[in-house]
């Protein structure tokens, strides 16, 4: 595996790799979104290098999950 993703709520501005929720993939991403209530953030964590934010979890975005991962 290349990288790692991690959720987190956007509002904490600054990646928590102990306070993140860990997923396995993309679907599993969105779900973990939706189980905070809150907006989120996706980030990326490749194995070498610094956490990118990679997409923003909010209820817009998951409509749009559920049509492509079907979470």
């Not at 306070?19 to 907006?39: F, S």
Request: proline share 6%.
């Amino acid at each position: 595996m290349t990288h790692a993703i991690a959720v987190q709520p956007t509002a904490w501005t600054s990646f928590d790799e102990h306070g993140c929720m860990w997923a396995t993939d993309m679907r599993h991403a969105y779900a973990i979104a939706k189980q905070w209530g809150e907006p989120c953030m996706i980030w990326m964590c490749p194995v070498h290098g610094a956490p990118m934010k990679w997409c923003r979890a909010t209820e817009i975005t998951d409509a749009i999950a559920d049509l492509v991962f079907g979470v």
